[in-house]
């Protein structure tokens, strides 16, 4: 399954397009622009098992600097910066790491 079976390839494209600028990224916007926060709790699962790339149930801070690019081969990566803080307000019991459940709620607080 890729992202396009379960997101709008032109709504990906602009929200991609919107966060170019390094540390421009902010999740609550892009979920919305890329119409995730629309979809239902079972296609938000989807979508983070596509982005878990090591499938370890977990999407560690290292997959997390290449968010991006799991929406779109030819986004940029996230900087050091934009990854640290998507993962302390995605990482809700402070093991380092977003499961499929704190992936969801950082969804759907967008």
């Known amino acids: 399954m890729s992202m396009t079976d379960l997101l709008n390839a032109e709504d990906i494209k602009k929200a991609v397009g919107a966060f170019t600028a390094v540390d421009s990224f902010d999740h609550k916007k892009f979920f919305q622009m890329v119409g995730l926060k629309k979809k239902s709790p079972d296609d938000v699962k ?8 090591d499938k370890s149930g977990f999407i560690e801070e290292d997959e997390l600097g290449f968010i ?3 929406f779109s081969p030819e986004a940029r990566d996230l900087s050091m910066k934009e990854t640290k803080t998507l993962m302390a307000a995605g990482d809700k019991d402070g093991d380092g790491k977003i499961g499929v459940d704190e992936f969801s709620s950082l969804v759907a607080e967008s």
Not at 46 to 53: C, M, N, P, R, S
């Open 46 to 53: 989807k979508v983070f098992h596509i982005l878990d790339k």
């Open 68 to 70: 991006l690019k799991g």
